[in-house]
């Protein structure tokens, strides 16, 4: 079978996915690096689209209480991409001060873990959301990728019915 259409559709499906993830981190305040985002990519095998990041740390993004050891690294980097210093502190941060916030940081995670609810920013009315940027991005981009799969679909299966028909009704000599 051939599924040229469908193929295309689910590469297309992967571009809404990424695109749609992508704007909830940044809609949650998520993106203080923005590596996460950056990092987002899509893979299809056969008939399976799958959206990928090599980022451990997106489980604790989508859900702050999952189980982990944090990695005191991107813990000192998330520090200096937010410009935290010690209370007291005027000026630039030192990178001495930045990694003793980092430390403490991860070894509170590592005792309480994160908070994931309530884990928000305030905005007028409470609203935004932190929590479950996954399940947000497919809640809201389910209708547009199934309207774009079925287009897929329906295209290949009326190919290769068409290729069938005209095989079937091709006079033999």
Do not use: C
């Not at 007291?88 to 916030?101: A, L, R």
């Not at 190919?159 to 033999?172: D, G, L, V, Y």
Request: no cysteine; aromatic share 6%.
């Amino acid at each position: 079978m051939n599924w040229k259409n469908t193929y295309k559709k689910l590469n297309e499906a992967g571009n809404v996915l990424i695109k749609g993830l992508q704007d909830t981190l940044e809609a949650q305040k998520h993106n203080a690096t923005g590596r996460l985002s950056s990092s987002l990519k899509k893979t299809r095998k056969q008939l399976t689209l799958n959206v990928i990041t090599n980022k451990k740390y997106w489980k604790i993004v989508n859900n702050g209480k999952a189980a982990f050891k944090p990695n005191l690294k991107e813990i000192y980097d998330w520090v200096v991409a937010k410009g935290l210093k010690g209370s007291g502190s005027s000026g630039s941060p030192s990178t001495m001060q930045q990694m003793g916030i980092a430390k403490r940081i991860a070894k509170n995670i590592q005792r309480k873990g994160i908070p994931s609810k309530p884990y928000v920013v305030w905005t007028e009315g409470n609203n935004l959301k932190r929590t479950d940027f996954a399940g947000v991005t497919k809640e809201k981009k389910k209708n547009e990728v199934v309207r774009q799969l079925t287009g897929g679909v329906v295209a290949d299966v009326i190919s290769m019915i068409r290729s069938e028909i005209k095989r079937n009704t091709t006079i033999k000599k």
